[in-house]
Antibody, heavy 114, light 107 residues
Framework: EVQLVESGGGLVQPGGSLRLSCAAS????????MNWVRQAPGKGLEWVSY????????YYADSVKGRFTISRDNAKNSLYLQMNSLRAEDTAVYYC???????WGQGTLVTVSS | AIQMTQSPSSLSASVGDRVTITCRAS??????LGWYQQKPGKAPKLLIY???SLQSGVPSRFSGSGSGTDFTLTISSLQPEDFATYYC?????????FGQGTKVEIK
């Protein structure tokens, strides 16, 4: 069974940092490019970041560029999102998903508030 | 960035109705478009990829069409489990962009 399980979300103050993790199982993670997608409360979906299977290609949304860093460890079947200088507008459920959209995690909630 | 304009933003329909949702891209995206269904508190679910290909396990009442800039998701006979929010996503280039969503509600 394919599983993507996010962790690391929580409450953080503005300007703080969090590191999200996404643990993959049930498929050949090292062959898949991956995305992070977020959804603010009551809002639509927003693509955040992309990483290719070998980490050779990385993209970010303008809204997070320079503050977020995507990475992966294929040996550990894991995807990461390091989030620094967090703002209130980063409050959202963060999903990891395969590039083709066929696999999604259940999401982890990040709340940025004082 | 490519803008995806999705319409309508919401609709009310009855079980058995035919429902159509459209997405228009601000520039041509070939057929690099997917459709997703999302229910409250759940992750999005891929319904259609490459504009018209049905994802494995998705009921055949869902279909997609279009190419270039104009795309359509059709539900041929709305079922109770289809009440949800639907999004299009262009994956022609990065940044990937979603439509604003269409909430399908019970009439």
């Amino acid at each position: 069974e394919v599983q993507l399980v996010e962790s690391g979300g929580g409450l953080v103050q503005p300007g703080g940092s969090l590191r999200l993790s996404c643990a993959a199982s049930g498929f050949t993670f090292s062959s898949y490019s991956m995305n992070w997608v977020r959804q603010a409360p009551g809002k639509g979906l927003e693509w955040v970041s992309y990483i290719s299977s070998s980490s050779s290609t990385i993209y970010y949304a303008d809204s997070v560029k320079g503050r977020f860093t995507i990475s992966r460890d294929n040996a550990k079947n894991s995807l990461y999102l390091q989030m620094n200088s967090l703002r209130a507008e980063d409050t959202a459920v963060y999903y990891c998903a395969s590039r083709g959209g066929d696999y999604w995690g259940q999401g982890t909630l990040v709340t940025v508030s004082s | 960035a490519i803008q995806m304009t999705q319409s309508p933003s919401s609709l009310s329909a009855s079980v058995g109705d035919r429902v159509t949702i459209t997405c228009r891209a601000s520039q041509g995206i070939r057929n690099d478009l997917g459709w997703y269904q999302q229910k409250p508190g759940k992750a999005p679910k891929l319904l259609i990829y490459a504009a018209s290909s049905l994802q494995s396990g998705v009921p055949s009442r869902f279909s997609g069409s279009g190419s270039g800039t104009d795309f359509t998701l059709t539900i041929s006979s709305l079922q109770p489990e289809d009440f949800a929010t639907y999004y299009c996503l262009q994956d022609y280039n990065y940044p990937q962009t979603f439509g604003q969503g269409t909430k399908v509600e019970i009439k």
